[in-house]
Each structure stands twice: as structure tokens, then as C-alpha cells.
Nanobody, 116 residues
């Protein structure tokens, strides 16, 4: 059974930082490109960062330069370091493979709230 479990979210003031983690199970993690996705209230889920098998990262324009995605294949874990957070980063953050493994593998996500 493929599962992705996100953690590390919380409340932070604008300009603050958070580090998200995602533990994957049920897959050979090192075989899959991974991604962090987010869904803000009233909006569709969007892909914000991806990391390829070799570690090459890509970001959506709105987070480039502020977010850093990384992976530890030995720990089956992908991370998202988020710095200089803005209120518009408020969302539920999910991880999954890139593209998503299937519709049943979305986890609970982790809530990130940026406000003063």
C-alpha cells in the first residue's frame, strides 16, 4: 500500500520559516521523482516544487528563491524548506510522486498558516 505522510506544518508570521517532511512507504522511493503540492481555500491543488531522481529541483514562480525541496532516499523522505513565508503561502501542503502515483494516495496533508 502506497502512502505519503506529511508533517511539519503550523502557524508562522510573515517572513518566517517552516520545514515540511514527507515519509513515503509502499514504493521504491529512489525510483520516483517527488513533488510538493498545495491547496489553498477555494483553489485547486497546485504543484509548487519537484525533485528529480538525481536531485534536480524545479519550482513554481511564486515560490522560487524562497522554497527549497530536497530528498533523502535512505530515509524515504522528501523535505520542503520554506523561508520568507507570505500570507499567500497559506494552504494545506501535500507530497506525492511527480506525477501523482494515483488518486488514492493523497494523504491528509499538513496545514501551513502564515498570518500576523
Amino acid at each position: 500500500q502506497v502512502e505519503f505522510v506529511e508533517s511539519g506544518g503550523g502557524w508562522v508570521q510573515p517572513g518566517g520559516s517552516l520545514r515540511l517532511s514527507c515519509l513515503a512507504s509502499g514504493i521504491i522511493f529512489s525510483f520516483y521523482p517527488m513533488g510538493w503540492y498545495r491547496q489553498a481555500p477555494g483553489k485547486q491543488r497546485e504543484l509548487v516544487a519537484t525533485i528529480a531522481l538525481g536531485g534536480r529541483a524545479n519550482y513554481v514562480d511564486s515560490v522560487r528563491g524562497r522554497f527549497t525541496i530536497s530528498r533523502d532516499n535512505a530515509k524515504n523522505t522528501v523535505y520542503l524548506q520554506m523561508d520568507s513565508l507570505k500570507p499567500e503561502d497559506t494552504a494545506i501542503y501535500y507530497c506525492n510522486s511527480d506525477p501523482p502515483y494515483n488518486a488514492k494516495t493523497w494523504g491528509q496533508g499538513t496545514q501551513v498558516t502564515v498570518s500576523s
